[in-house]
């Protein structure tokens, strides 16, 4: 479904992204770990537009996407949900989900609101309310919602965990895992590699800019030096 074919990423003079080279393949929870500065938002908002990169290709469905605009890519059927979750405080929580529907002129967006207040039913409660009076979890929900608004065949998600009490990460982990299993593809930043790897069938480990190991997630919570890592041990 989604490929990255030697993409390299510059800002100034430094190399931000080195080669990197990854696949996604419909159907599949595909987990990208590494420490932080690693560039994994890096290569986030470069398959959804946010950034250019200086060379290599990216193509979606066998077609290439590299340099598109934004709203292009959101329309193919990519949504981004991103790190720190990037809410409007003054916006409602129905606001923020009409808002991800921004793309779609059929009749079928207010069943899909619906759905979004089925998975969360505690924004159903608060459709109203301002998105800066909810809580992290709350707004992290939120922010899954209005990317599952635009009826996406991917999402990508960034740090979904940051921040959250620690019950609330499983939460939110949980209902990635439900995401997946209703048929969306998940490509999966992540700091907390044990929760990634937990949820993802593979996983690439990206050190400095570069893809420095990949392989089903169950072999590298075996990895010695994956363990030692980044799981603590």
Known sequence: MLALDDVTLHRGRTRVLDG?????D????VALIGANGAGKTTVLRTISGILAPSAGTITFRGKPI???DPDAIVRLGIAHCPEERKIWPQMSVQEHLELGAFIR???DVDADM???FDTFPVLKERREQLAGTLSGGQQQ???IGRALMSRPSLVLFDEPSLG????MVETIGTMIAGIRERGTTVLLVEQNASLALRLADRAYVLETGRIALTGPAAALIENPDVHRAYLGG
Do not use: F, H, K, T
């Open 66 to 68: 590299q340099g598109a």
């Open 114 to 116: 619906e759905r979004v």
């Open 105 to 107: 002129s059929d009749r």
């Open 26 to 29: 419909e159907g599949e929870l």
């Open 164 to 167: 959250l009490a620690p019950i």
């Open 141 to 143: 929900m939120l922010a």
């Open 20 to 24: 990197v080279s990854l696949a996604v």
